[in-house]
Nanobody, 115 residues
């Protein structure tokens, strides 16, 4: 069956770095795009970064531009989110989404930025 699985979350100090990994499996047709979203307490889920799995074009939310970098391994249906210079406000549950004809979501992974 289709699975979207995130890993790599945890606790990090402000200014630190963390890398998230997301792997999609069980698809008949590979996703054409994969994305990271995040949701902080009391806030709506928001797009962080997205990447096309064919040509690698990426987009970022303004809040993370220059600090976060999304990359892919298309052969493994895997994406990564390198997060640098983390801030308190980056604390959230991070979700991976794989797009085919419909979106498939992972279960989410906690990232906490705290001193």
């Amino acid at each position: 069956q289709v699975q979207v699985v995130e890993s790599g979350g945890g606790l990090v100090q402000p200014g630190g770095s963390l890398t998230l990994t997301c792997t999609a499996s069980g698809f008949v047709m590979s996703p054409y795009a994969m994305s990271w979203f995040r949701q902080a307490p009391t806030k709506l889920r928001e797009l962080v970064a997205s990447i096309r799995m064919d040509h690698g074009t990426a987009i970022y939310d303004d809040a993370v531009k220059g600090r976060f970098f999304i990359s892919k391994d298309s052969g493994k249906n895997t994406i990564y989110l390198q997060m640098n210079f983390l801030k308190f406000e980056d604390t959230a549950v991070y979700y991976c989404m794989a797009e085919t004809t419909v979106p498939y979501w992972g279960q989410g992974i906690q990232v906490t930025v705290s001193s």
